[in-house]
């Protein structure tokens, strides 16, 4: 399993600080980079922060972050991304994903 399937199994699990660690190791030694890969590791790294501060009952921290991760999303060109099918896919789930959890 690769760290972005391994990434969505801990979010649809609610194991959400574990998503954010998962992915944080993939983007640690190229944060420097600021390449498309890095920015949308570090927004997808946000979105878990998001939810795990939401489950905490933490709704405007959980906001906050969640506009930093659409601010990473949006502000990069997935389609220049190392994996741009994939991280299409990661998104359109993490976007439906914070619809759920917050009905």
Avoid: C
């Avoid at 959980?62 to 990661?90: C, G, H, Q, R």
Wanted: glycine content about 2%; overall charge positive.
């Amino acid at each position: 399993m690769n760290e972005i399937e391994n990434y969505k199994r801990l979010v649809e699990e609610g194991r959400y600080y574990e998503a954010h660690e998962a992915l944080e190791e993939l983007w640690f030694p190229i944060r420097k980079t600021k390449s498309n890969f890095s920015l949308l590791l570090k927004g997808f790294i946000n979105a878990a922060v998001s939810m795990e501060l939401y489950k905490r009952g933490k709704r405007k921290q959980s906001y906050k972050i969640f506009l930093v991760y659409k601010k990473y999303v949006n502000m990069t060109k997935i389609n220049d991304s190392d994996k741009p099918e994939e991280f299409k896919v990661l998104k359109k789930f993490i976007d439906s994903y914070f619809v759920k959890i917050q009905e």
